[in-house]
């Protein structure tokens, strides 16, 4: 299978910055599509940016021209780069990652979630 680990969540001043990183390990083939979500208490759990293997990229907008998403295909790693944070940004990170992996002798599809990060913006 796929594990995804998360890292660089924390608490930070209105207007400060995080840096989140992905990693994704195990027997992967490829993967197509990786993605942070995030969730609040009583929220649901909502997308913040996606990005695909060739390089595009998705967006909520309510973070857009602040949470720059990139990848590094060759670490197999997501970065997103919180800027001008919001107390609303508040919330528990999640990364999503989709693609293929080696079963045996087979390849298989996979969605794995990370266990996720706490970002607390302070008023």
């Known amino acids: 299978q796929v594990q995804l680990v998360e890292s660089g969540g924390g608490l930070v001043q209105a207007g400060g910055s995080l840096r989140l990183s992905c990693a994704a390990s195990?027997?992967?083939?490829?993967?197509?599509?990786m993605a942070w979500y995030r969730q609040a208490p009583g929220n649901r759990r909502d997308l913040v940016a996606a990005?695909?293997?060739?390089?595009?990229?998705t967006y909520a907008d309510s973070v857009k021209g602040r949470f720059p998403i990139s990848r590094d295909n060759t670490k197999n790693t997501i970065y997103l780069q919180m800027n001008s944070l919001k107390p609303e940004d508040t919330a528990v990170y999640y990364c999503?990652?989709?693609?293929?992996?080696?079963?045996?002798?087979?390849?298989?599809?996979?969605?794995?979630w990370g266990q996720g990060t706490q970002v607390t913006v302070s008023s």
């Open positions: 999503n990652a989709r693609g293929t992996y080696y079963s045996g002798r087979l390849f298989a599809d996979f969605n794995s």
């Open positions: 195990g027997s992967i083939s490829g993967i197509n599509y």
């Open positions: 990005i695909t293997s060739g390089g595009s990229t």
